[in-house]
């Protein structure tokens, strides 16, 4: 059997029983076997001279070599963005002499992985450390204070479900459907026409459409008067599609619990900090969801800063007060067994500027910790998804943690910190590939004992990721580009922070609760 598939192979760590990686990325040992897109002819090169171009690189032994890959499309990312991407790419390219594989290719670099390692190295370093010294972040916290010190053997099985509920308990979700007397409920088409003053006519309260705001693959949001108080309200419109329709009932559902919870704590006005749901309701073949109206969100506002003459609005100062904000959102969302799963900068949106106050938006993609793994494809945004959700690890209410982790470092640096790089090609299979290449030259290898829980197909035991369509092979190592570097922090207490947030191991990440106890949070900035 022959497999003609583009292989991105990264060799297991050898330690059996990693500590947390907050503590010990000098331990771990970066090996990462990567994809070439960029279309140029082989030349002759000694393997060893090109290990001694890094101090990091360890011997290449075997000296196979493969020949090189064919240009691929440079399609646009996911998300057109000036801030995407770093000035030097983090995958090295190699290029080996030419010659025929005695062996499968699947085999050969299933082989080649095991014997292939570029050396161990320290993967973060914080600002004052001496570069020889191995960063760690007990370095700048009391361990008995720090949350990175906590034990973390309560959060061992990821991806459990909750053998304790009943599978058949149902619930009632009361939807008022509105429709035009003696007349059916088809419409003539099955688009929702958005016209600006046009009203929205229900028994109740009508609404006035005043502006398009937003739109998704699933919805569009308009900004509407309240025609009888006057208030500005948003509506989120879901489309006409039964997986539409489906995602806005949940999370009509989910917005209810959330303002139960926030009435039983006394936290009405402020929802959790959530968006609160004002009303709902069906008409024209769509779902209505009226919300509050709230003010631009972070990756528009940031935006706008960044190409204005103003002073950078992101302080440290603001950064910290958004993260306390959201980790306790998010404290009282997993409370609730919910993991929210599309936490990024355009789902936290500002309620006032002045007072740096943010609340989190959109729960259609939001699922319950106890239902299991479902569809990882679309769960998390690409460049803030979590590794385990990549590797199909299992995963659990940590995923949301991964992803503040990357919206801080991002409103920090102006720049997403793990880009998805659009020269691998479009596909979703090459998009990932690149994020497991940006966390490996951050972080080294992957624990071996987190590849031996993956589910997916394409990843082996021994760490090879099978991607698509092609015989030809290219051996590419990721350059050192440790958090530190990426982040440029001042502080090195929020460079602390950050790391025990964006651990690549789920079990040893803090979760909402411990991280509101770390050092950084609890100074004054």
């Known amino acids: 059997f022959r497999r003609s598939e583009i292989e991105i192979a990264f060799a297991a760590s050898p330690a059996e029983s990693p500590s947390p990686p907050c503590r010990r990325e000098s331990l771990l040992t970066a090996s990462f076997l990567g994809l070439s897109c960029e279309g140029r002819e082989p030349k002759q ?6 290990a001694g171009k890094d101090e990091c690189c360890g011997s290449l032994s075997g000296g196979f070599s493969f020949p090189t890959t064919p240009s691929c499309n440079d399609d646009d990312e996911e998300r ?31 082989q080649q992985a095991e014997d292939f390692t570029y050396g161990s190295f320290s993967s973060n370093r914080a600002v004052g450390v001496d570069p020889g010294e191995a960063y760690s972040p007990s370095k700048f916290t009391d361990p008995a204070s720090s949350s990175c010190s906590t ?50 006519s229900i028994s109740g309260t009508p609404y006035k459409i005043v502006e398009l705001i937003a739109s998704s693959t699933f919805s569009r949001v308009v900004k509407a008067i309240d025609v009888q108080s006057g208030s500005s309200v948003s509506i989120k419109i879901i489309n006409n599609t039964k997986e539409s329709f489906d995602a806005g009932l949940d999370e009509v559902r989910l917005l209810k619990l959330i303002t139960e919870k926030a ?13 609160k749901m004002l009303d709902y309701f069906y008409k024209g073949e769509h779902l209505f969801i009226v919300c509050e109206n709230l003010r631009e969100n972070l990756f528009h506002f940031a935006d706008k800063n960044k190409s204005s003459n103003c002073a950078n609005y992101f302080t440290l100062a603001r950064i910290q007060t958004i993260a306390r904000q959201l980790l306790q959102s998010l404290h009282k969302l997993h409370s609730l067994g919910i993991i929210h799963s599309d936490l990024k900068p355009e789902n936290i949106l500002f309620e006032t500027y002045s007072k740096c106050k943010v609340k989190i938006i959109d729960l259609g993609s939001a699922r319950f910790i106890h239902e299991g793994e479902g569809d990882l494809q679309n769960l998390q945004s690409l460049c803030y998804r979590a590794p385990e959700v990549v590797l199909g690890a299992g995963y659990d209410e940590r995923i949301d943690l991964f992803s503040l982790g990357c919206i801080l470092g991002e409103l920090y ?27 490996a030259s951050t972080f080294g290898a992957f624990p071996s004992e987190m590849l031996q829980r993956s589910r997916k197909k394409s990843v082996t035991k021994s760490g090879l990721i099978y991607i698509e369509n092609s015989s030809n092979y290219e051996l590419v190592l990721p350059n050192r580009i440790p958090l530190a570097q990426r982040i440029k922090p001042c502080d090195p207490m929020f460079l602390d922070f950050l790391l025990c947030l964006l651990v690549v191991e789920p079990k040893w990440r803090m979760t909402a609760a411990e991280a509101l106890e770390h050092p950084w949070l609890k100074q004054k900035l």
């Open 413 to 439: 640096t102006g720049r997403i910190v793990f880009p998805c790089h659009s020269h691998w090609s479009a596909s979703p299979a090459n998009q990932q590939a690149s994020l497991l290449a940006e966390w």
């Open 80 to 110: 057109e963005d000036p801030r995407i991407g770093w000035p030097q790419s983090p995958m090295q390219q190699l290029t080996f002499e030419q010659q025929q594989p005695q062996l499968d290719e699947r085999e050969l670099v299933e």
């Open 151 to 200: 034990s973390y053997h309560k959060h061992a099985n990821l991806g459990s479900d909750a053998g304790s509920l009943d599978e058949n308990e149902t619930e009632e979700i009361m939807l008022r459907v509105i429709r035009k007397k003696k007349r059916t409920g088809l419409e003539a088409s099955r688009e929702f026409v958005i016209q600006p003053n046009a009203p929205i």
């Open 263 to 275: 009435e039983e704590d006394g936290d009405a006005d402020e929802n959790l900090g959530f968006v």
């Open 45 to 50: 090169e000694d393997p060893s001279s090109v």
